[in-house]
């Protein structure tokens, strides 16, 4: 029988067949990127902290973490498995970075500067707890150029403070924002937790007109996040940690939310909320850290991700020395992320931004939003926690509020598994309580 094939001469030697020109000068340019610098030194122990930090440690000991953390930064260009960045943000996170001295800060910021080609605007955040903040330190770093201050106040419960082991009282909060009026800030973010254990309707309230009343560019409003290893963990299996009902907790975020949108301020994400008139944007390093776009984290227990990238570094403060003093890379794992597991990391990180754009997915994926997550999309529009746009998704305030209803909607049964040999798990705190 006769084929009615008949294109025998036509080879394929690549795909697609017709490429864009784009200019040597745009195809070779650094990649838009954000430095996150941990800085693992803290006065006490939080009892609701799960971050890295040592508490105690004497001044030697800081120093040669900065003499450390600075090799690290020198050496991460020279690795050959990452482009070139431009760094549009830096992150002093930690631990309470604002422990360490003007001098040491300033040391760690030039070695970036000297690592890396930092844009004109880079956006240099640092955190301090109140008890750290002085005036002279903070006119020394604003000089070796950090913009952006983030003070860990939490409340202003003299009893909450107590209770959650914070390292400082109602006064020293006080004290710290006089001294931040004084200085050149004004990028300046705020932070508070709730619903810390015995906080009530009242005090909630209380700390969020407080702590308008000190006129920051930005809020931050966090929920509680419990973690296995923290004090308040071992409390919640003992059935001995007193948290409000989840109808309790939803009040006081949407109280939280009201007030801050009534006084004039933007939701930037789920949490964060910044004050157009003060500051023209939120934060520039957790645009980078929630939308998944390249972020390179450096000292003790960082973690890296740079597009399907993503590695962890060890957390032992020795193995860190002894690691970096012998030339190695002070990586604990690594690990390549597949296609849809980087689509569901954009969805369920870009939800907590309060939206995640179609042609942004679209562009970086390059299938649609809407045939990769159709289903997701629609029992989340159904329940109101989120509205389909044609251009976006985006959370509505009741998904703002139940934000764990949300992104649990795009995990799976393997995520939710236990961990298998060979496996490490993180980044997933314990469910309290439902609705």
Not at 52 to 67: F, H, I, N, P, S
Request: net charge negative.
């Amino acid at each position: 029988m006769e084929s009615s094939l008949t294109k025998i001469r036509r080879n394929i030697h690549t795909y697609p067949f017709k490429y864009s020109y784009i200019p040597d000068e745009t195809f070779f340019r650094p990649h838009p990127g954000v430095l996150y610098l941990h800085i693992p030194f803290c006065s006490t122990k939080c009892h609701f902290c799960d971050y890295t930090v040592y508490v105690g440690k004497g001044l030697d000991t800081r120093e040669r973490y900065v003499a450390a953390l600075c090799q690290e930064i020198r050496q991460f260009p020279e690795n050959p498995a990452f482009p070139r960045f431009e760094i549009e943000a830096i992150y002093f996170g930690g631990g309470t970075p604002g422990l360490l001295s003007a001098a040491q800060l300033n040391r760690i910021l030039a070695a970036c500067r000297e690592s890396f080609s930092l844009t004109e605007d880079c956006e240099v955040a640092v955190e301090f707890d109140p008890n750290a903040v002085e005036l002279e330190k903070l006119q020394e770093i604003w000089q070796g150029g950090f913009n952006r201050l983030s003070v860990g106040v939490q409340t202003f419960n003299e009893g909450l403070l107590k209770q959650s082991n914070r390292p400082h009282d109602a006064a020293s909060i006080y004290r710290a924002f006089e001294a931040v009026r004084a200085s050149e800030f004004t990028h300046v973010n705020l932070d508070l937790i709730y619903p810390l254990p015995g906080l009530s309707t009242e005090i909630w309230q209380d700390s969020v007109a407080q702590a308008l009343d000190f006129e920051p560019a930005c809020l931050t409003v966090y929920g509680l996040e419990i973690w296995p290893g923290t004090a308040y963990h071992n409390w919640l299996e003992r059935g001995k940690l007193p948290l409000p009902g989840p109808n309790e907790e939803a009040e006081m975020y949407t109280y939280a939310m009201e007030r801050l949108e009534n006084a004039g301020y933007l939701a930037a994400s789920n949490s964060g909320y910044y004050h157009p008139e003060r500051t023209a944007r939120y934060c520039r390093f957790l645009d980078f850290y929630w939308r998944t776009w390249p972020m390179i984290g450096l000292g003790v227990s960082s973690k890296s991700v740079v597009y399907d990238h993503l590695w962890v570094n060890v957390k032992p403060l020795g193995e860190y020395f002894e690691r970096l003093e012998a030339g190695r890379v002070p990586m604990d794992f690594a690990t390549l992320l597949t296609k849809v597991q980087e689509m569901r990391r954009v969805m369920i990180r870009g939800l907590k931004m309060c939206e995640v754009s179609k042609a942004d997915f679209l562009e970086r994926f390059g299938v649609p939003m809407d045939l990769v997550f159709s289903r997701e999309i629609e029992a989340l529009a159904t329940q109101g926690l989120l509205v389909d746009e044609p251009d976006r998704v985006a959370l509505t305030p009741k998904g703002r509020t139940y934000g764990t209803n949300v992104y649990e909607q795009f995990y799976t049964e393997e995520d939710l598994r236990p961990p298998m040999p060979g496996e490490v798990q993180f980044g997933i705190s314990q469910l309290v309580a439902s609705a």
